[in-house]
């Protein structure tokens, strides 16, 4: 039947229309058919819309209880994605990406070049992951860094346990007290980017949450959005204050951050530059080793969780 004359019923159970079940096509087949009656499978609107919706509300049914959340998706919160969904296909882990497009700084290589930089040993995380690089010695270079961000989101989105729910900001922390009287991070409240940035000219737009035993921040250094889940363990009093991001020295910088990857308070895990706004480190600029190398002791610090 043509499509507009599909009858509207009432209700709720309206089922989607039959599915054509074509055997698959191959481009060759396309190409025959250009000139004489290509078609697109039919479609109705509400079926796009299910299709997308019924999904997104499954998964935030799902992974309203999680067993970890990452709290962005830069190049440190997609390397812990990354070794997470490796070592464990059976844990449910959420990211939770405040921008529309996850990858944080990591789609050029710096300023506006394109090249990634990884001093050793770094470049293991790359063969890892099965992205080329050149040797230069010390250290090596990917041709495009969203050569390395591309190849890392789609290993993390094929996951079946990974969830990214992108434009959804984190804007506060749950807390719980325990029974010696200290705080520990039970969880993340989100909501959607656009809302948490309306906040002060629009009222009564309460956010959504996620429990969770473990949070892994990796939200970047102080910016509009950044370094957010230790200024807010600041403003409750959970460290006295932040150290504040030191100039740029390569050297110093990467090695810190790796080293000091920890959970910070009980439940909330540290990597990447969110931690050089905590301890006072300093930056590194482009390059990128330790913020992958991060992502991966994020990881391990989270799985000890799960070990015991
Ligand atoms: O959008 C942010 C980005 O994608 C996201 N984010 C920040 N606050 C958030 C919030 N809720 C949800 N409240 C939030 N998401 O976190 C991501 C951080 O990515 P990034 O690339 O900025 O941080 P990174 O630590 O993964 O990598 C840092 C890369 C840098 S900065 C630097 C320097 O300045 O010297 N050098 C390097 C290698």
Redesign the pocket.
């Known amino acids: 039947a043509p499509l507009d004359s599909v009858p509207l019923k009432s209700g709720f159970d309206v089922k989607p229309l039959p599915v054509d079940s074509n055997k698959p096509q191959t481009l060759e087949d396309m190409a025959e058919k250009w000139e004489q009656g290509f078609k697109f499978a039919p479609i109705r609107e509400s079926q796009v819309s299910r299709a997308m919706t019924r999904r997104y509300f499954t998964d935030l049914d799902t992974y309203a209880e999680s067993d970890i959340v990452i ?9 812990a994605a990354y070794m997470l969904g490796k070592a464990r296909p059976d844990l449910k882990i959420a990211i ?4 529309v ?6 789609w050029l290589g ?1 300023q506006l070049f394109s090249a990634m930089v990884m001093r050793k040993p770094a470049d293991a995380f790359l063969r890892d992951l099965g992205v080329p690089f050149e040797d230069e010695g010390d250290f090596v270079v990917v041709k495009h860094a969203a050569l390395f961000t591309s190849t890392l989101l789609s290993k993390v989105l094929s996951f079946p346990n990974i969830k990214l729910f992108n434009a ?4 506060d922390l749950i807390t719980r007290q325990t029974s010696d009287g200290s705080l520990r991070i039970a969880g993340v409240v ?1 909501n959607w ?1 656009l809302v ?1 940035m309306h906040h002060d000219d629009q009222s009564c737009m309460d956010p959504n949450t996620i429990n969770a035993p473990v949070i892994i921040s ?4 102080d ?1 509009p ?5 230790v200024k807010r363990l600041v403003s409750m009093q959970q460290i006295e204050k932040l150290g504040g ?1 030191r100039g ?1 020295d390569m050297n110093t ?1 990467e090695d810190a951050i790796v080293k000091r990857t920890r959970e910070v308070v009980p439940g909330l895990i540290v ?6 706004e905590v301890d006072g480190a300093n ?6 080793g ?2 992958a190398l ?2 991966v002791k994020a990881a391990e610090e989270a799985l000890k969780v799960f070990e015991e």
Request: charged letters at 5%; proline letters at 4%.
């Open positions: 709290v962005g998706a830069g190049s440190c919160g997609l390397s939770i990406e405040a921008s497009s996850p990858g944080g700084g990591a710096g959804t900001a984190v804007e989100t980017t948490t990796t939200t970047g250094h910016g959005f950044g370094a957010f889940c991001m740029l910088a990597g990447g530059m969110e931690l050089s930056r590194m600029g482009p390059t990128f330790a913020m991060s992502g």
